[in-house]
């Protein structure tokens, strides 16, 4: 949590197992948010990330989004 719970910053790493093709693959993701209206739970996001290794699921990623968390 940054600036008082305002903000929020997630680094999101997955290792992915394909037990049929005997692959291992990586993925890397970070997520920046931004509380909007915290009294509704409404917030914005972004995140990027990258495959990493041979059989990669993807080359690069960009999510962009908005939420509502209500506590």
Known sequence: MLAQGKNW?????QIIL????SKEVATIEAEFGY????SVGASTYVRPGFG???????SWNLEVGLKFVWR
């Not at 910053?9 to 790493?13: M, S, V």
């Not at 394909?18 to 093709?21: A, L, P, R």
């Not at 990493?52 to 993807?58: A, I």
Request: cysteine-free; proline content about 10%; overall charge negative.
């Open 35 to 38: 509380m909007i209206a915290q």
């Open 18 to 21: 394909d037990h049929e093709n």
């Open 9 to 13: 910053l997630i680094a999101n790493p």
């Open 52 to 58: 990493l290794g041979e059989g990669k699921p993807y």
